[in-house]
């Protein structure tokens, strides 16, 4: 594994212009262009405003603030293992005409997915400010959150994009199970809304920890679940060499098979 990371790094020049590629064309042709990074989950914090504080109800103090904190690393998630799933196959033509570590390829929407995230914070800092939240030094804790976010996503997608060359369906069985995996995880109610013959389920959900973790440091105030944080940490990086393994594996035959 330590051979395919020094690989990957002696391409950063190729994964720094799929990188750059990527964010220049994923809005080409649209008239806001990239004021879509700041739009799309806007829209999305209108929706769920709207429908979770005034329609149903939810009684929490600065809830469009709760669930933005909340919804910004979801869309981390979420988007990159569903530009992932497919990245192998949009990339055919590259894939085809030269070699090159495959593995660049979803690592590239991993970072694509964190440039996005973290220019959210331009919207999420000024919210906080107005929503009268004060952040201490308890936000230090959030590079390694971040950290744990982006191995988890990097993990699955490695898995999910090397898969779903040879099963084309998996990229639609995703997005079902993406769905479901959203409303099983604390982002838009609070842990305590959810019933006590269920939590033990819960807790099992790698995410639920994630998304708890930045409401900890940004909304609470408080120093996130570390044990919790620690041991999906591990979880992640098992799967992820995992990831790197079953992928390079199946690499090899990414150019017959698409």
Not at 84 to 106: D, M, Q
Not at 188 to 203: G, R, V
Not at 212 to 241: C, H, R, T, W
Request: aromatic share 16%; proline share 4%; net charge positive.
């Amino acid at each position: 594994m330590l051979k395919k990371l020094r690989e990957i790094y002696s391409y950063r020049q190729m994964l720094r212009s799929l990188v750059l590629t990527d964010l220049r064309t994923r809005y080409k042709g649209s008239i806001l262009g990239f004021f879509w990074t700041f739009l799309n989950p806007l829209l999305m914090l209108l929706v769920y405003s709207i429908l979770f504080k005034y329609v149903m109800k939810m009684n929490l103090e600065n809830y469009t603030a709760f669930l933005f904190i909340g919804l910004l690393p979801w869309f981390l998630f979420n988007q990159s293992i569903q530009s992932s799933a497919g990245v192998i196959i949009r990339n055919a033509g590259l894939v085809k005409k030269i070699y090159f570590p495959k593995e660049i390829l979803p690592i590239s929407v991993i970072i694509g997915g964190l440039i996005n995230y973290l220019f959210s914070f331009i919207i999420l800092v000024p919210l906080l400010l107005i929503s009268n939240i004060q952040l201490s030094w308890i936000v230090l804790w959030f590079p390694v959150i971040l950290l744990v976010t982006l191995i988890f996503s990097l993990a699955l997608s490695l898995l999910i994009s090397s898969l779903n060359v040879y099963f084309r369906d998996l990229e639609h069985i995703m997005g079902i199970i993406l769905m479901a995996w959203f409303y099983m995880t604390p982002v838009i109610y609070p842990e305590d809304m959810i019933p006590n013959d269920l939590k033990t389920a819960f807790s099992y959900n790698p995410m639920k920890v994630i998304v708890q973790s930045y409401q900890d440091i940004f909304y609470y105030n408080q120093v996130p679940n570390l044990l919790g944080l620690a041991v999906v940490g591990i979880i992640s990086l098992l799967i992820m060499i995992i990831g790197f393994y079953v992928f390079f594996k199946l690499s090899k035959n990414f150019a017959e098979e698409i």
